[in-house]
């Protein structure tokens, strides 16, 4: 309860925010923090509570920007746009995920990984031209509904995971997580479960890569597959919290914020930062900043 | 003609994957540690050969003997600094943990790198660089024939250390059974963090001669990782020459691929085989342990 009150807060605040200021690099930054959010959460749903570890993340990432993209630029209205990129990455990710879930642990990592590169250099080869927006569209470029756009998205995706979770379907994935032999001893298909967490990861990926293809003027088509989304997605979910709704969101803040501020003096000093800090968590605080948090909150409680 | 070439090129090449993949496969039969950062390691081992050169004009073969030993040292520090703490945890949560590590390992090396020594590309060219072996109309560069034996020969030493040697046959215990080598006295600790010493420094050898024969950035890590797991997918863990065949195997069909699908496609068909192997033996790369 405190959580959703926290969030409340937190969402009304952001979505004021361009009532008060019209700067444009703090607009530009919130585009950035929500995106991240998106991505983060997405990644935590597969990666975080199903225990699968898909470094593949960015592919379908940038299949939902490639799919938006070419629809939005060649004249569909942008919803009807986006629909279809979100649509084409949750069926890659239903493709792939049958033979791809036959693979355990690190494989399918791995697994991943190399198909996100097929498809990284496949496109990079097959659309090798920048994709800009076109000018009379450029003329109107506008950043707020960009902004409220990526805000719904961030909403949405944590909203369908905070939801989902609780559920009997999210205890389900959860329990394939902890042990995908009992599950199945307990009537959870796995398979089922993991299937389902991919196919919203995937699709809330595609729609975070169509809303980037919104936003973004002009970009090669290969760098919406680069490996450095999933990598992002990565470092916020284990830094905030993984396996928990509220980690991924704060991973997602730090990491933006602390990047940006980190990029004015040392460009690409912050992944020395932000790598050294996920490797620490991996080793000794798994729980990220979340469990930080509440042990020095359990600490003051103890002390009165 | 041409497609005769270029299998002698893929050749070549393959012999540097079969080296990088001895490493790779060194550290993850024995520790069961995947370091995916092992392509990071590799890029450093080639700017280290590149910083002798261009700081000292050292030959990049003889600067090989200061930079193994180097890259050996930094294997002792990771693994004490890191990977020792995943080696605890059982089977499962080992590999998942150390391909994190490795994972976040490889974001710090490469940002690193990008400050030393900036993103451009870099290649040591000496001054017999050009220096072609002709046979008919086809043309074999020397620096390259001479890395394919090199890497050959550094395979056969190794080899016969873990045969023959006390700590070879250690690390080969340990790899087989680590509680019951434990129970025969063999120091589980001393020989993981060796076998993790030394594939680190095969993979410091393997950077060095990539940096003469073709051209490394900070950026590498990734693609030479991958060609790593590759192999390793393709060859089966255990068996170094395993990896060098393997890697030749992966040189001739990027080959084929350079001529038939052009060159952009050569690192898709390293890919898609790879993804074929995992899927039709999904349980992985200890397959023949199972």
Known sequence: MKLLGAG??????????????????????????FLAVVLAQSWNLLGGYAGQINLGHAAFFGLGALVTRALWVGGTPLVLALIPGALVAMLFGLIIGVPAFRLRGAYFAIGTLGLAEILRITIGNLLPQISTIPATELASYNILPRYYLTLGMAILCVAVVALLIPSRVGLGIRAVREDEAAAEATGVSALRHKLLALALSTALSGLAGGAFA??????????????????????????????????????????????????????????????????????????????????????????? | MILTQQLILGLLVGGLYGLAAAGLSLTFGVLRVLNVAHGELLMLGGYGTFWLFTLWQIDPFVSLLGVAPAMFVLGLLLYWALFQFVVKAHEETRIKNSL???????????????????????????????????????????????????AFAILIALHLFLTKARWGRAIRATAEDWEAAAL????????????????????????????????????????????????????????????????????????????????????????????IVLVVRPQGLFGARA
């Open chain 1, 214 to 304: 919104y936003y973004h003027v002009s970009y090669y088509p290969q760098h919406t597959f680069s490996p450095a989304w999933t990598f992002d997605a990565v470092l916020m979910s284990y830094i905030g919290g993984v396996g928990t709704v509220h980690g991924p969101v704060l991973g997602a803040l730090f990491y933006v914020i602390l990047r940006e501020l980190l990029a004015v003096k040392l460009a690409e000093f912050h992944l020395i930062i932000f790598g050294t800090l996920f490797i620490l968590v991996v080793l000794f605080l798994p729980g990220g900043l979340v469990e930080a948090w509440s042990s020095v909150r359990r600490l003051f409680v103890r002390g009165k």
């Open chain 2, 184 to 275: 025969m006295g063999i120091p589980v600790g001393k020989t993981y963090s060796l076998a993790f010493a030394l594939g680190t420094a095969l993979a410091g050898i393997a950077g060095g001669l990539v940096s003469v024969s073709y051209a490394i950035s900070p950026s590498i890590g990734l693609e030479w990782t991958l060609k790593a797991l590759v192999v390793i997918v393709l060859a089966g863990l255990g068996s170094l020459f395993g990896s060098f065949a393997g890697g030749i195997i992966l040189g001739l069909a990027e080959a084929m691929s350079v001529v038939f699908l052009g060159g952009p496609y050569r690192e898709v068909v390293g890919l898609i085989l790879f993804l």
């Open chain 1, 8 to 33: 409340i807060v937190f969402v009304a605040s952001f979505a004021a925010l361009p009532l008060f200021t019209t700067r444009g690099d703090l607009l530009n930054l919130g585009v950035q923090i």
């Open chain 2, 100 to 150: 994190l590590i490795g994972f976040g390992l490889t974001l710090v090396l490469h940002a690193l790198a990008i400050r030393l020594w900036t993103a451009d590309e870099r290649a040591v060219t000496t001054a017999y660089a050009g220096a072609v072996l002709r046979l008919g109309g086809l043309a074999v560069p020397w620096l390259r024939l001479t890395s394919l034996v090199l």
